[in-house]
């Protein structure tokens, strides 16, 4: 019932959009329209104005609704729009063996076109060959990219289902996370005193040292078994003569324990503020939480009904634990049993990014299966 020749077709056309991160409107258009050719009631009012005020040429997120003809739950598929850079001006080429991939001057796509394709196609299916399904809500985001900044500004109130499933991971069909990190950023500004290097550095504050030695102090990568502390850009100073007065810092801390990553970056504060106040300068923290960390048990209906969906698709089966964030943690945070499933892409945020056709073809068949397997609502 899959159809290859669809697949590859909806995967080109998704793939040409300009869709970079915030600047989405195109493709959003597209399969909003798409999803209506499908028969599904669809809704892009869904979004906070301030999202859209701040992001004009961004597209709203995406909610189809297509009703159910079964007593089973309500079941979400969600996918992202946008892609990383660089992405515009994207050739996708498929060769004979079926493996799909770019020029090499910019990323494919596929993270996360491989999802939506997968998704449009198992619809694609249901549609023409009548199929029982329950209630079947898509959520197509916007901005995922930028730690799910388009998630954020959902409302989250149009969702109904109570299990979902994200599409947006890479490796072997089958493979799903069951458990991804809480990410916070931050932004420190060291202060110091400038002074003439030459004639009077005693009189000066050299911003520099501090944070060398602060840094000094702070373990980096994987600190723990469950939490990695990374430190990725340092910039400041006037002059190569003159003692440093400012210089700004900007990091990450990811855990699988959302009250860890807090203190992870309350611990990194604290050893920027005592080496600032011995050198007689101070800081300036700002901190982002992005998302919150989630774990899933096997026992979970959502993880429950993912097994059960590759056995009967002869899909082997394989759950893991990830340390990349996706509207999943979004989901999960909001009481919504989630799990992020492989769709068919590989290399994703490098120009070496790629696919294949068989994948996302394993891909549509096993979304299509979760879409169609009764399961009695619990009254």
């Known amino acids: 019932m899959i159809r290859e020749d669809r697949i590859k077709s909806n995967f080109i056309?998704?793939?040409h959009f300009d869709s970079?991160?915030?600047h989405e409107k195109e493709i959003g258009k597209f399969l909003t329209e798409?999803?209506?050719d499908l028969g599904l009631e669809v809704r892009t009012d869904t979004t906070n104005e301030e999202?859209?005020?701040?992001?004009?040429d961004s597209h709203p997120n995406i909610y189809g609704f297509l009703k159910g003809n079964t007593k089973s739950e309500s079941i979400l598929f969600s996918s992202h729009m946008d892609t990383v850079a660089p992405g515009k001006n994207k050739k996708v080429i498929i060769d004979e063996s079926g493996s799909i991939h770019s020029k090499g001057d910019t990323v494919l796509?596929?993270?996360?076109?491989s999802g939506i394709t997968a998704i449009l196609e198992a619809l694609n299916v249901i549609k023409e060959?009548?199929?029982?399904h329950p209630d079947i809500e898509v959520l197509i985001t916007s901005s995922e990219e930028a730690f799910c900044e388009g998630s954020k500004f959902l409302k989250e109130e149009i969702l109904k289902s109570k299990k979902a499933y994200v599409l947006d991971l890479s490796g072997p069909i089958g493979r799903a996370a069951v458990s991804a990190p809480a990410i916070i950023s931050f932004e420190i500004e060291v202060e110091g005193l400038a002074a003439h290097a030459g004639f009077e550095p005693e009189k000066g504050i050299n911003a520099l040292n501090i944070a060398v030695s602060a840094l000094a102090k702070?373990?980096?990568g994987k600190v723990e078994a469950d939490t990695t502390v990374n430190v990725g850009t340092i910039e400041g100073g006037t002059g190569k003569n003159i003692v440093p007065e400012k210089i700004r810092l900007t990091g990450e801390v990811r855990s699988l324990q959302t009250e860890k990553s807090n203190r992870k970056v309350e611990e990194i504060e604290e050893i920027f503020k005592a080496e600032a106040l011995k050198a007689g300068g101070k800081i300036k923290i700002t901190k982002t939480e992005h998302i919150k960390a989630f774990r899933r048990k096997e026992t979970d209906a959502v993880v429950h009904s993912f097994l059960r969906a590759c056995q009967k698709t002869r899909i082997?089966?394989?759950l893991i634990t990830t340390f990349g964030g996706s509207d999943a943690n979004r989901l999960n945070e909001w009481g919504i049993q989630t799990i992020v499933s492989a769709c068919g892409m590989e290399d994703v945020h490098t120009t070496r990014e790629h696919s294949h056709v068989n994948e996302i073809k394993k891909a549509a068949e096993l979304v299509l299966k979760l879409m169609t397997v009764q399961e009695v609502k619990n009254d």
């Open 129 to 132: 060959e009548k199929l029982l």
């Open 20 to 22: 970079e991160t915030f």
């Open 34 to 36: 798409k999803l209506k």
């Open 13 to 15: 056309r998704l793939a």
């Open 316 to 318: 082997h089966s394989q």
């Open 109 to 113: 796509g596929a993270d996360d076109i």
């Open 218 to 220: 702070i373990p980096t």
């Open 51 to 56: 999202f859209l005020k701040k992001h004009p």
